[in-house]
């Protein structure tokens, strides 16, 4: 088992930037991928970010975050966290993290186990 509770959502303007972190608690979290989802009003949760187990050098994310966000982990810290710079409007929802028992990410909610309650990035200017 492990929990997940999210941190540093907020409101900041067009162009800003936020961290966004992950606390992970119970089994040894690095055994795990992690990734960041998000989903706003009215549509479906979709892949941000990830990052396999054991391998912090391999990234992964949707091209529509692509060059502007950055995943990390600091295993020593048992923390995941997603920097987020030149926000967007469309940027704006419900940012989740999650963690499955494997070394191979994904992009597909379903398959990860274990999820935060979410943390909310509003962009608006």
């Known amino acids: 088992q492990v929990q997940l509770v999210e941190s540093g959502g907020g409101l900041v303007q067009p162009g800003d930037s936020l961290r966004l972190s992950c606390a992970a608690s119970?089994?040894?979290?690095?055994?795990?991928?992690m990734g960041w989802f998000r989903q706003a009003p009215g549509k479906e949760r979709e892949f941000v970010a990830a990052?396999?187990?054991?391998?912090?050098?391999?990234?992964y994310y949707a091209d529509s975050v692509k060059g502007r966000f950055t995943i990390s982990r600091d295993n020593a810290k048992n923390t995941l966290y997603l920097q987020m710079n030149s926000l967007k409007p469309e940027d704006t929802a419900l940012y989740y993290c999650?963690?499955?028992?494997?070394?191979?990410?994904?992009?597909?909610?379903?398959?990860?186990?274990?999820w935060g309650q979410g943390t909310q990035v509003t962009v608006s200017s």
């Open positions: 119970g089994r040894t979290s690095s055994s795990y991928t």
């Open positions: 990052i396999p187990a054991w391998n912090t050098l391999t990234t």
């Open positions: 999650a963690a499955r028992p494997s070394t191979i990410a994904t992009m597909t909610p379903k398959t990860y186990d274990y």
